[in-house]
């Protein structure tokens, strides 16, 4: 018995603070939220279970297929923008920019929206597409005559999905250089020296390379995006009448608005098995049982 | 396919020459090695070659057409990296058969030739491995066969048997040698290890900071260095080397002096000079004219014969003995050469004094002097 003390006692005064903050931080609100799911929590925080309720109000919710197909609108295109772009971004500086002082101030550039504060950066955006005629794009509209737009107003959507796009590509594009530039310099060489274009080269050669890293900002991004919602909340707050709103979104208006907390959780359970269900999509798809499997050497 | 460099430099910094006016003319279907120390400027001279950097001044001639601006795809040539370069998420067929692909070789014949040259190299079991699954002497067989598959007219070989152990480099030798001569392809080959240069180059090229020093078969390269870098650099265990002065004819060690050969050398008087021994060509005893007495230092036996290390005016000398040969450390040895078989070399330019060598030819060294 002491023997078995003695050979706790150290890792157990190392690792307890930890393991008490990530139960209390981490494990604690999944669970809270799994059971809230279930409640009729509301701002006076008295509750009572109210079995599926929440659920069938959610799905009965007249608003929900427009919020549904909303959150797959937003999640797919701004992965995509997110994913490819800074993809593009990535093979431009490191493939096709050979010089590395121009590189890195490209990327640099590339990295700013990520260091100013989401206010700024949606600040910027409400700037530049405001309907009066002192927005940006609608005060270069009138010197060429033209009428001002509202486009946040017409095109909500399109908005926070290039907001979110433009912002989530440097992400991509970090990965993917630092994965492109770990390939050895002779592989080029020889693609070079076997006549492959470039074309073939990215095909043949970068791609494979970077398949794992390729994989991690796929998923990384699109769990992030299916939660994220706060350019939406800052840029349209969901509307106009809902046109932009997301899962997550409605989840944070229905807790924190109508401080229904119980219908919040159910949302958010929700939108945590939408999340599983992908990563285990996105793992069959890339294959990750294949990569990490072991060679065979004789 | 002839290959020219004429006056080629290379500088990366603007500062120093990695390759500086290098010249060298290698004729088809010879295999030539460039034999350096690591940073001598091989891999650039190479990579030049291949296309892959660009001469900063100079000129290479493919057949005598000039191909500087030419890309590395259109010099017709097939390489073998030191890493062997392999994609590694392709398997051994594709990676064999990926030149061909670029070529838009149709499919059946490409994958058949792809299959011929993997045969060629002894790899037909493996071409579904993928690289990873390979050994580092298979690795290298892939490699060889992806440069040789699209028929190149000169194959560059940038030390491919550096990562190999021993007894697989010697097997890689004779298989590099069979397929040269095979293929009758024009070939360069890099390497540091000399033993790999004089067994399959039929000229070497050794190099010395970006440049040249001496340029010719092995056998030459062995029997007439043309200074005391190549003497040095060429034959195991070294070359002896020791400090002199010429005295009216006769080479003067310590207090020692020895006639010399003046039909041989430039014999100058009061010239420091450097005396160069292989340790093959001394015989034990004073059977020979050139007479030393020594004391030994270490007996190191090699199987088939010995080496003596014995101390002579305060240096160390090599020699061989046979397998038999039995001494105390510390007694005294006798031994000697024949003056035919020696070589002297200018101290402070460290040129060969040989009546015959290219004296005062600028593509040497000027400093290659004992270092």
Excluded at chain 1, 77 to 102: R, S
Excluded at chain 2, 85 to 97: D, E, F, R
Aim: aromatic content about 10%; glycine content about 6%; some cysteine.
């Amino acid at each position: 018995m002491k023997t078995v003390i003695n050979k706790w006692k150290l890792p157990a005064v190392m690792l307890g603070p930890f393991l008490i903050l990530i139960f209390l931080f981490f494990f604690v609100p999944v669970i809270l939220t799994g059971i809230l799911a279930f409640t009729n929590m509301d701002s006076a925080m008295n509750w009572e279970f109210n079995r599926l309720l929440n659920f069938e109000k959610l799905f009965s919710d007249p608003d929900i297929s427009l919020i549904l197909r909303n959150t797959l609108l937003y999640v797919l295109f701004t992965l995509c923008i997110n994913v490819f772009f800074g993809l593009t971004l990535a093979l431009l500086t490191t493939y096709f920019m050979k010089k590395e002082q121009f590189s890195l101030l490209f990327r640099t550039i590339w990295m700013l929206p990520r260091m100013t504060p989401p206010v700024i950066y949606a600040l910027l955006w409400i700037w530049f597409f405001d309907p009066s005629e002192y927005g940006l794009l609608n005060g270069i509209r009138s010197l060429f005559g033209l009428p001002p737009v509202n486009i946040i107003g017409t095109e909500p959507m399109l908005i926070i999905i290039l907001a979110n796009g433009v912002i989530g590509a440097s992400f991509g594009m970090i990965i993917f250089s630092s994965a492109i530039k770990s390939i050895p310099e002779d592989l080029f060489y020889a693609a070079n020296i076997d006549g492959a274009p470039h074309w073939s080269i990215i095909k043949d050669i970068i791609m494979p390379a970077i398949r794992w890293p390729f994989m991690f900002v796929t998923l990384w991004q699109l769990l992030s995006l299916l939660t994220s919602y706060e350019y939406i909340l800052l840029i349209t707050n969901g509307g106009p009448l809902n046109e932009s709103e997301v899962l997550a979104l409605y989840s944070y208006h229905k807790a924190f608005q109508s401080f229904e907390f119980g219908y919040g959780a159910a949302i958010s359970l929700v939108l945590v098995v939408i999340a599983l269900v992908c990563t285990l999509i996105l793992w069959k798809l890339f294959k990750v049982k294949d990569m990490i499997g072991p060679s065979r050497i004789d | 396919m002839k290959v020219e460099l004429q006056n080629i430099t290379k500088s990366f910094d603007k500062k120093t020459n990695t390759i500086d006016n290098m010249n060298l003319t290698i004729e088809d279907g010879e295999f030539v090695a460039l034999l350096g120390p690591s940073g001598c400027g091989k891999t650039t001279t190479m990579l030049m070659i291949a296309g892959i950097y660009k001469p900063n001044e100079g000129a290479i001639y493919f057949d005598g057409e000039k191909v500087n601006d030419l890309e590395p795809k259109d010099r017709e040539i097939g390489m073998v990296f030191q890493s062997y370069a392999l994609y590694p998420h392709m398997t051994v067929l594709n990676n064999i058969a990926f030149p061909l692909k670029q070529q838009k070789v149709p499919k059946k014949e490409r994958l058949e030739r792809a299959k011929e040259a993997a045969e060629m190299v002894q790899l037909g079991h493996l071409l579904n491995r993928k690289p990873s699954e390979l050994s580092g002497g298979q690795q290298q067989r892939v490699a060889l066969a992806r440069a040789i598959v699209k028929r190149p007219k000169l194959l560059l070989l940038d030390e491919p048997m550096s990562n190999l152990d021993a007894s697989l480099r010697i097997e890689m030798r004779a298989e590099i040698s069979r397929l040269q001569k095979k293929l009758g392809i024009t070939t360069i080959l890099i390497t540091h290890d000399q033993e790999e240069a004089m067994t399959l180059a039929d000229r070497i090229a050794l190099m010395k900071d970006g440049r040249i020093v001496q340029f010719d078969t092995p056998m030459n390269l062995y029997n007439e260095p043309d200074n005391v870098y190549v003497a040095k650099f060429i034959g195991t265990p070294p070359m002896n080397l020791v400090e002199g002065k010429i005295m009216y004819n006769k080479l003067q060690i310590d207090k020692q002096t020895y006639p010399m050969d003046k039909s041989r050398f430039h014999l100058e008087h009061g010239k420091e000079v450097i005396l160069g021994m292989r340790p093959y060509d001394i015989q034990l005893g004073w059977t020979e004219e050139i007479r030393f007495l020594g004391k030994i230092e270490l007996l190191e036996s090699i199987g088939h014969s010995k080496i003596i290390h014995a101390n002579v005016f305060g240096k160390r000398l090599q020699l061989f003995a046979k397998q038999d040969f039995q001494a105390e450390i510390g007694a005294e040895v006798r031994f000697s050469v024949q003056p035919a078989a020696i070589h002297l070399f200018d101290k402070k330019t460290g040129k060969s004094l040989r009546k015959a060598a290219p004296y005062g030819d600028e593509m040497f060294v000027k400093d290659a002097a004992l270092q």
